[in-house]
């Protein structure tokens, strides 16, 4: 099992940049694959990035591609995820996600997929 804990969200200006951390419990973190989710209010929630367990293969949606970077550091037990020219509907809450894998270069794009969830931060993008 593995827990996830959010951090970093906020209130950021058009333009702005956010970095989002989550910090992951358990020894076995780099035998996961992790993802990043979003969710607007009355929206349904939505993939934005996700990367492989070894941190080598990357995946992003449409919308974030070119401005956000996933990254995992497995000796900090961390997945980041490093939002550049925000705009303002990127405001959602932000969601970790973890999936046990052994496919080194795998990753999952869909939220069916992941077993496992942090609780969200809020970001917020607005002049």
């Known amino acids: 099992q593995v827990q996830l804990v959010e951090s970093g969200g906020g209130l950021v200006q058009p333009g702005g940049s956010l970095r989002l951390s989550c910090a992951a419990s358990?020894?076995?973190?780099?035998?996961?694959?992790m993802g990043w989710f979003r969710q607007a209010p009355g929206k349904e929630r939505e993939f934005v990035a996700a990367i492989s367990r070894g941190g080598v293969s990357t995946y992003y949606a449409n919308s974030v591609k070119g401005r956000f970077t996933i990254t995992k550091d497995n000796a900090k037990n961390t997945v980041y995820l490093q939002m550049n020219s925000l705009k303002p509907e990127d405001t959602a809450v932000y969601y970790c996600?973890?999936?046990?894998?052994?496919?080194?270069?795998?990753?999952?794009?869909?939220?069916?997929?992941?077993?496992?969830w942090g609780q969200g931060t809020q970001v917020t993008v607005s002049s």
């Open positions: 996600a973890a999936e046990y894998t052994e496919r080194s270069y795998f990753v999952f794009t869909t939220k069916g997929e992941y077993d496992y």
């Open positions: 358990g020894r076995t973190f780099s035998s996961y694959a």
